[in-house]
């Protein structure tokens, strides 16, 4: 059986050892068996396991998602509608996230886009961003 130490782990997942800790003070990562030295010796499934973290963490799910996805994994045989009720809300929050986004853009494309004086008291870009009303009235929607 093939075993890995932390830092293998973290170099063949992208993942840094003070986020697998992480992990498995959450309970995300089994905290693996480690040797007469004090060394986390972690296992293929282990690897496994954090490798389909790492790929959940880069579409956005958030962490109990992610818990709640890996029992489903863990559970072959219960129904599958619960994954796409997770994925449907990751996907609901990526499709707000690309609305205010595209609204960020245009805005800072109107900022960029000004065409100022050439006086930075004047300029659009100083104004908008000295607007607080802006920001606050954001927060409040």
């Known amino acids: 059986m093939k075993e890995y130490s932390i830092g293998q782990m973290s170099r063949r997942t992208g993942v840094k050892v003070t986020t697998i800790r992480y992990y498995e003070s959450r309970g995300l990562i089994l ?64 499709d707000r996230r690309m609305k205010i986004l595209a609204q960020l853009r245009e805005e800072l ?9 050439g006086h930075a008291g004047k300029c659009r870009v100083i104004e908008v961003l000295g607007d607080h009303r802006l920001c606050i009235g954001a927060h409040e929607a």
């Open 109 to 117: 494309a109107r900022m960029a886009n000004a065409d100022d004086p």
């Open 31 to 94: 905290s693996p068996a480690r040797t007469t030295g004090r060394q986390r010796r972690y296992d293929e499934a282990a690897l496994e396991r954090l490798a389909f973290l790492r790929h959940a963490r880069e579409l956005g799910f958030g962490l109990d998602d992610i818990a709640d996805l890996m029992a489903l994994a863990e559970a072959p045989l219960k129904d599958c509608a619960p994954a796409h009720e997770i994925a449907r809300k990751q996907l609901a929050a990526v």
